[in-house]
Each structure stands twice: as C-alpha cells, then as structure tokens.
C-alpha cells in the first residue's frame, strides 16, 4: 500500500504526467529527452498514432533527432513544434491536425508551414537512414503535377552526396509548399 501511494504521489507531483499527450511530447521534445520521448510514444503512443507499421525505438529515435534538428534550426514556435509532432512522430495527416492542435491549446499554423516542416524532417530522417545503412548518394524527386514550381522542378533528379547535403540548397524542402522527397542512388 505504500509503494503504490508513494509511486501515486511521484506521479502526481511531477507536472509533465498530468498533461495531455501533445503537451508532454513538446514539453519532452523542447528538453531534449530522447528517452522518455520513446517510452511516452511506445506507450501512450499507439492509441494516437493511426500508423498500421511497427514504430520501432530507433525509428522513434530518428523521427525524434529530426524533430529536434528541425526545432533549433526553423527556430519553431510551441505552435510550430506542436504541428510538427503531430506530423513526425503521431504520423497525423497535416490537413486533420487542427483540432488536435486545438484541443492540446496551440493555434493551428498555416498548412504551407505544416507541410514545409513535414519536409525539412522527412528529409532530415532519410538522410540519417542512407548514413546509417551506408548509402552514398541520393535522388530528388518532386511530385511531378501541375503544383511543382520553377524551384523545385530545377532539382529533380538531381544527385547528391549524402554527407554534404544541405537543406534547401541541395535537399529539400526548397520551397515553402515543397513537396519533394529523397531517394537512395544506388
């Protein structure tokens, strides 16, 4: 009975447990815990996170140093890191976040913005998989409708050394509405 009262006590006193699920992941995401990141979303995570594929630790892991890069480097607002956990690490589609962002007590950013931070981490996370299973090179691709702009149409198929990509020069996003991604060259 003490252990439970004591462990009800810790559990109560600490404020990050009594927020909803969002709020602690940008709370821990803000702080730089890796660890409790992947423990928060491998438990509380599968009930918010509509992804049918294993969402392993180092894929949690990946998506979470992403985040973090994107974070420091687009110098994001709490609204802006928010949407993008909501992206990255929930994997909610951008167009359904909105509510979610309202029901956790952020405003919801522009779907451009959403959509471009979906990109800068997509590519942030790929490049760390080529690094780490040893590839080399890559590929651009854009969409390939009617929407691809002058930008991003000039580095379609482009090829790229992995490591000495550069976001916006040389990887996406290259645009505020890029929607291209990169693909291993083998």
């Known amino acids: ?6 462990f009800n006590r810790k559990k109560k006193d600490n404020p990050i447990h009594s927020l909803p699920f969002l709020q602690e992941l940008v709370t821990i995401t803000k702080n730089g815990y890796t660890d409790k990141a992947v423990m928060l979303l491998e438990t509380k995570g599968k009930s918010n996170n509509p992804v049918s594929i294993p969402y392993t630790s180092d894929a949690i892991k990946t998506d979470f140093e992403a985040v973090r890069q994107c974070m420091v480097s687009e110098n994001l ?4 890191l928010a949407a993008l956990l909501a992206i990255a690490m929930m994997k909610k589609h951008p167009k359904s976040i909105s509510q979610l962002l309202l029901d956790n007590g952020y405003s919801s950013p522009s779907l451009e913005r959403i959509m471009y931070l979906g990109t800068y981490t997509s590519t942030l996370r790929s490049l760390a998989e080529f690094a780490s299973i040893g590839v080399k090179k890559y590929k651009i691709s854009s969409c390939g409708d009617s929407k691809v702009c002058a930008k991003c149409a000039k580095h379609t198929g482009k090829k790229h050394f992995v490591d000495k990509a550069v976001i916006g020069k040389t990887a996406p996003p290259f645009c505020e509405k890029c929607r291209c991604i990169i693909i291993a060259d083998f």
Do not use: A, S
């Open 1 to 6: 009975m003490k252990i439970t009262n004591i």
């Open 77 to 80: 607002d709490d609204n802006e």
